[in-house]
């Protein structure tokens, strides 16, 4: 079993439509997670960044935390065709912050 | 502008022949880490280094070798043992000294093929 497990997609909904982007993980010691987007041929970009449980808001991304359900998400409000791209979930841990454990990416695909 | 130089863009590579492909980051960052991405796959780690002059194996470090004389660079080879080489080669960046728990940040890749 992989410590991140990501649904490859190819996900597709309409502009304007709102987006759910999940990670399951394994290992309860992840304390940090992050969500990167990468646009084809291009490096991932980090999108946001979290610290243990909890939401975080950045304009039309929201970030949430369930730790006791192993559980992270990435939600975009309002899409739009720019926010197509693969989306790759990523965390570490306290004792090992230096190795970030990355899902292997949702791919997004918003139609105008 | 700080952040992550990789080059080339593209590289094309004979048989039998080692490339290396160039990585320098501008953001004083201690760590530094080489990917590999194949097509619908995540990433995988190939090697990283947390200090100059040390470096560590990630999970596919066979056929790679890397280097870390200077902070700011971390060279990869790509030697003629990677039999498979054919993809999309990320590095990263990481800062230690700013609390634990930092993100990465990428370069814009090297896509390497075999002629």
């Known amino acids: 079993q992989k410590e991140v497990e990501q649904d490859p997609g190819p996900l597709s909904v309409p502009e304007g439509a709102i987006v759910s982007l999940n990670c399951t993980y394994s290992?309860?010691?992840?304390?940090?997670f992050m969500w990167y987007r990468q646009y084809s041929r291009k490096g991932p970009e980090l999108l946001m960044y979290?610290?243990?449980?909890g939401n975080k808001e950045d304009g039309r991304f929201t970030a949430q935390v369930d730790k006791s359900s192993k559980y992270i998400s990435l939600f975009i409000r309002d899409s739009q065709p720019s926010d197509s791209a693969t989306y790759l979930c990523?965390?570490?841990?306290?004792?090992?912050?230096?190795?970030?454990?990355f899902g292997s990416g949702t791919r997004l695909s918003i139609r105008p | 502008d700080g952040g992550i130089t990789q080059s080339p863009k593209y590289l094309f590579r004979k048989e039998g022949q080692n490339v290396t492909l160039s990585c320098e980051q501008n953001?004083?960052?201690?760590?530094m880490y080489w990917y590999r991405q194949d097509p619908g796959q995540g990433l995988r780690l190939i090697y990283y280094?947390?200090?100059?002059?040390?470096?560590q194996k990630g999970d596919i470090a066979e056929g790679y070798s890397v280097s870390r004389e200077k902070k700011e660079s971390f060279p990869l080879t790509v030697t003629s043992a990677q039999k498979n080489p054919t993809a999309f080669y990320l590095c990263?960046?990481?800062?230690?000294?700013?609390?634990?728990?930092?993100?990465?940040?990428f370069g814009d890749g090297t896509r390497l093929s075999i002629l």
């Open positions: 280094s947390q200090i100059v002059n040390d470096f």
């Open positions: 979290t610290y243990s449980s």
């Open positions: 953001l004083n960052h201690d760590a």
């Open positions: 990523a965390m570490s841990s306290y004792s090992s912050a230096s190795k970030i454990i």
């Open positions: 990263a960046s990481l800062s230690l000294g700013t609390g634990l728990g930092q993100p990465q940040h």
């Open positions: 290992n309860s010691a992840f304390q940090y």
